[in-house]
């Protein structure tokens, strides 16, 4: 089996990437920290990336020596803006390709043997470049499996039929303003009757938005502010449709990637251009997801990464 060496800046949307693209690729894996001591060392790193030096600016080289003395990688992975001049350092250094996730502005995309790049984030066409519809997500039915029986330990379902609906937060362009989401989920409710219906909030979402969730009586709830678990993966396979907040690009690339719900998209979006728009837009356009406006569509769609994937293997030579 090959070996990856990731690094990882200890976001967890950035981190659950790497670790999918590894698993994607049936690669084992192991984790080295990657972040800049300060902001200059950073901004620096973007002079020496087109300068073609590459001093160790995040300190790296050590770590990343002493772990290939005890597993020689075949492949290096990263994703964020700061692991990929990094990247760019550990390829050098130990002889091996590296793969950026997420479309590395501000660095020459030469020097990555591959790039996934989100197909909103408008990639140029190159060689060494890969559109995705999404974010990567976990593919392992195990995962997916031992998390819905979890799941089902703490909740019997009282019907055959379940919908989900997954809750963000605020971020620069989007806002889940109380009043707004509780129209949204007296919608979902009057379109929904005789389903099993189940809510999860995030990290992101306000005291406001939970007190609102928690106001109407779904039948399994999980307010993030109170609990720590999961709902997701079981939310996925086991719902016949999901509705999710269009800022979470995350939790909407796993609802049109795994299990075989219509995806409603609860648009929230405050500023109608940019990345965010564009991947909602696309989604939609190409069938993997709906705009809720109170009537239900059926896009089941489901990305399928297999031939990206292979494309990449052949490319790495793994």
């Not at 995030?202 to 609102?212: D, Y």
Request: aromatic share 8%; net charge neutral; proline share 8%.
């Amino acid at each position: 089996m090959s070996h990856a060496l990731i690094l990882t800046d200890g976001k967890p949307g950035h981190e659950n990437q790497s670790k999918a693209l590894a698993e994607g690729l049936g690669c084992s894996f192991a984790l080295l920290p990657c972040s800049y001591p300060s902001k200059g060392r950073k901004a620096l790193s973007y002079l020496c990336d087109r300068v073609g030096v590459r001093p160790d600016l995040a300190g790296v080289l050590p770590a990343a020596r002493e772990a290939a003395a005890t597993r020689r990688p075949d492949l290096l992975i990263g994703a964020g803006s700061n692991t990929f001049y990094s990247l760019k350092l550990l390829k050098r250094a130990l002889g091996v390709p590296c793969v950026a996730i997420l479309t590395p502005g501000g660095y020459r995309l030469g020097g990555f043997d591959a790039i996934l790049a989100p197909v909103f984030d408008n990639p140029p066409e190159r060689p060494n470049l890969f559109p995705i519809p999404t974010n990567l997500t976990p593919a392992r039915p195990d995962f997916y499996a031992a998390q819905t029986a979890a799941f089902y330990e703490r909740h019997v379902p009282r019907r055959d039929r379940a919908v989900g609906v997954i809750i963000g937060g605020k971020n620069p362009v989007a806002d889940v303003a109380p009043e707004w989401l509780r129209t949204q989920l007296e919608a979902v409710f009057a379109a929904t009757e005789g389903c099993e219906r189940w809510v999860t909030t995030s990290r992101r979402t306000s005291p406001e938005a939970e007190a609102i969730v928690d106001s109407f009586p779904f039948d399994y709830k999980l307010l993030f502010s109170k609990e720590r678990f999961n709902p997701i993966p079981a939310f996925v396979t086991e719902c016949e449709r999901l509705f999710v907040t269009a800022e979470s690009t995350g939790m909407l690339s796993e609802a049109v990637a795994v299990g075989h719900a219509a995806v409603e998209v609860l648009d929230n979006l405050t500023v109608a251009t940019g990345k965010f728009a564009r991947f909602v837009e696309n989604l939609c356009d190409e069938g993997y997801a709906h705009r809720f406006d109170g009537a239900l569509g059926e896009a089941r769609r489901k990305v399928n990464l297999a031939p990206t994937l292979e494309a990449l293997r052949r490319r790495l030579g793994l």
